[in-house]
């Protein structure tokens, strides 16, 4: 019989990596704060779920993908919550990315009832997400590292135990903001050069073969060139994790200026009615203070 | 016969760029500020000139690699300059990190004289001019490039022509933003990641396998962690370099918000006696604004 495993989170990332669970033979029950995902999920086979709590009556291995620190507070330790009806045994895999101040939380809460807890944050956006190929950071015990490794290896291909509860979102909060540090690196760089006059196409090619190269001019350079900048990872939510990395610096007297500074780009994205397009639409922030657009015809 | 090509400037980077030359067939005749280098040069072939201008008497290609805008403005347009001795059709390959309005100071001087010119910066670092790896990006006339193209597939492994004259320069100051504030991005994650308790090779490790994936975590992440700040490419070059970005950004009336406070950080780090150390000090600046050592005893 097929191992069954709880999955709550049915959005932009938790979907695909539903169905790559349920692909790889796993049964899944299944709760989303919106019904239609739950909807289409259980019209290819998963177990629908009235509530967390209801989820944790049928499954000892939950899995949530939630937006941000409050929601896994309300769905773990909520009304109708988790913490309500798993079995002492039992494993929480919190793959959102949240603060790591409220997964030393709710691990403790739930450890006082014997439950266990990872968190296990991703990246690689819905592309990785939907291609089984994201990284995955887990914090938390090694032994519950080693039980939840088979479903990791189903999600992701980098998958690295980097240390203790609240590891795996501290790495995940280094990992925004190199990505969001990256996007601001190559917008400022295609604005310069562009407006210079030299075919930022050229700009990709080139930067891209030497100690500039990454991820970022790789995977959606092409798509920033061709302006599209739908989600993807939407600036709000990137906007939340750099507010978890400067929130986790000042717990830590940790001074970063330049996170700090592009955070504040993002706010003022947001501000703008910008906040659900794609985190790579940083770029029409600075051509913004510019006044040129990247790829325009001259 | 072998071909014989001029080399001014035998550094860090056009040191290992001649040998390069040399091993390929090429006759070299060189010329350097200080002539100890000469002298190593001369030991394995080389024919060694006293002045730029003895080597336009002997050469119809020649390659400078110098430190900043006014060397090369003195090595071309200066006394005993190239442009005293160099023919009409000869061809200057300045592949120099400078500004783009000194390029074109150059390219106009030459050209009244119908010497050709290409600007032809490079990326890669030492590393990268040792094997033959670099990243050359060129402007100019596109047959001064067909010309210069056998040279610089001995030297280079990405090499692309960018455009017209300056624009090699302008898409190099575009490369010297992302190395920059790549270095950034990842010393505000390691520092942050590391104060907060996590190891940062595991940061490393998670961070190079997504999104966040770059060239700085993947050539001098572990030359960071082991604290080895030898150059490489020193603080004071990459210093010129987003000057030269922020030059060209003021021409331009282009906004570079994080350019200019990396800058800034880099000018700190030269005040402190810090301009000889790579580039990838920057790390070390970041940790004193925490107080906290990446990869410190516990």
Redesign the interface.
Known sequence: MAERIGFIGLGIMGMPMARNLMKAGYELVVHNRSQAAVDELVSEGAIPAASPSAIALQTTVIITMLPDSPDVRDVVLGEDGLIDSMDAGSLLIDMSTIS?VTTLEVHQALAAKGVHALDAPV???DK?AIAGT??I?VGGDATDFERAKPIFEVLG??I?H???AG?GQ??K???Q??????F???S??????S?????PE??V????????????LE??GASMLARNFQPGFRIKLHRKDLGI?LD??K?????????A??SQMFASMVAHGEGDLDHSALLTH?EE????QVGQSE
Chains 1, 2 share one sequence.
């Open positions: 790591p990246s690689g956006g990785g994201l990284s950071m291909k980098t690295v980097v240390g203790a590891a501290t790495v909060a280094c990992n903001i190199v990505v969001a540090l990256t601001e690196a190559v400022e760089a295609l604005v310069l050069g407006k210079a006059g030299v075919d050229k700009i090619q080139v930067l891209s073969g030497g100690l500039a190269g990454n991820k970022v995977l959606r990395a986790t610096g717990s830590y007297d940790v001074a970063l200026p330049v996170t500074l592009v600075l203070l510019a006044n040129h």
